[in-house]
């Protein structure tokens, strides 16, 4: 195992000491917030599952709808409406912090649906597909803010497994090794010179 390059000296040794028990707590800070990164992406992938299998049902209703519709009032009618169709939709957009990762938090508030176009030449079809496009739009603003978070949760889960491997295979096994080596060579020096104390101490008696 490498080990780091320094003199063999008790200070030496209590500073690395002291940094080997530091590198050990910010290992198991970090086995901790693994753990934490883990379980958060995995209720959100739950969550994202379902959000997205609520909006794929929403659309294929919406596109339901929107063939009835055409069927009933006829294409350039649907067309007409739809260029002058307003949700009215206000988009709020804040933020909440996870083990230090900013995760979006989405609402879209959708006013009650007012058609601005007038009765004549459309019938209950477009309205029906007017309404099935907004809920649509308030579960879109649920998918988005589950995928931007499972995103980013991933992209810190990567940079904390990186962490992790560099002090568990790389930082970590050093300081053990210099310790151990430090340890050895002073006690070595320890043993000589308690030998050439004692070789003094009989050649004087």
């Given at each position: 195992?490498?080990?780091?390059?320094?003199?063999?000296?008790?200070?030496?040794?209590?500073?690395?000491?002291?940094?080997?028990?530091?590198?050990?707590?910010?290992?198991?800070?970090?086995?901790?917030?693994?753990?934490?990164?883990?379980?958060?992406?995995?209720?959100?992938?739950?969550?994202?599952?379902?959000?997205?299998?609520?909006?794929?049902?929403?659309?294929?209703?919406?596109?339901?709808?929107?063939?009835?519709?055409?069927?009933?009032?006829?294409?350039?009618?649907?067309?007409?409406?739809?260029?002058?169709?307003?949700a009215g939709e206000q988009l709020t957009l804040r933020e909440r912090s996870l083990m230090g990762v900013v995760l979006p938090l989405v609402s879209i508030d959708i006013p009650s649906l007012r058609p601005s176009y007038g009765l004549y030449a459309t019938?209950?079809?477009?309205?029906?597909?007017?309404?099935?496009?907004?809920?649509?739009?308030?579960?879109?603003?649920?998918?988005?803010?589950?995928?931007?978070?499972?995103?980013?949760?991933?992209?810190?889960?990567?940079?904390?497994?990186?962490?992790?491997?560099?002090?568990?295979?790389?930082?970590?096994?050093?300081?053990?090794?210099?310790?151990?080596?430090?340890?050895?060579?002073?006690?070595?020096?320890?043993?000589?010179?308690?030998?050439?104390?004692?070789?003094?101490?009989?050649?004087?008696?």
């Amino acid at each position: 195992m490498k080990r780091i390059e320094m003199p063999a000296t008790r200070s030496n040794l209590i500073r690395l000491k002291d940094e080997l028990a530091f590198a050990r707590e910010g290992l198991d800070l970090l086995d901790q917030k693994k753990e934490i990164l883990v379980r958060q992406i995995s209720s959100l992938s739950a969550r994202a599952d379902r959000v997205r299998q609520e909006v794929n049902s929403g659309l294929a209703e919406a596109y339901e709808q929107l063939r009835d519709a055409k069927v009933e009032c006829g294409e350039s009618v649907v067309e007409s409406v739809g260029l002058g169709l307003k949700a009215g939709e206000q988009l709020t957009l804040r933020e909440r912090s996870l083990m230090g990762v900013v995760l979006p938090l989405v609402s879209i508030d959708i006013p009650s649906l007012r058609p601005s176009y007038g009765l004549y030449a459309t019938g209950k079809s477009i309205d029906a597909t007017a309404a099935a496009i907004r809920r649509v739009m308030e579960t879109a603003g649920e998918l988005a803010e589950v995928e931007v978070s499972t995103e980013r949760l991933m992209a810190e889960l990567k940079k904390t497994l990186k962490r992790i491997n560099a002090l568990d295979r790389i930082y970590v096994p050093a300081y053990q090794a210099t310790v151990k080596a430090i340890e050895i060579t002073l006690e070595e020096k320890e043993r000589e010179a308690l030998f050439q104390l004692k070789r003094i101490k009989g050649r004087s008696g």
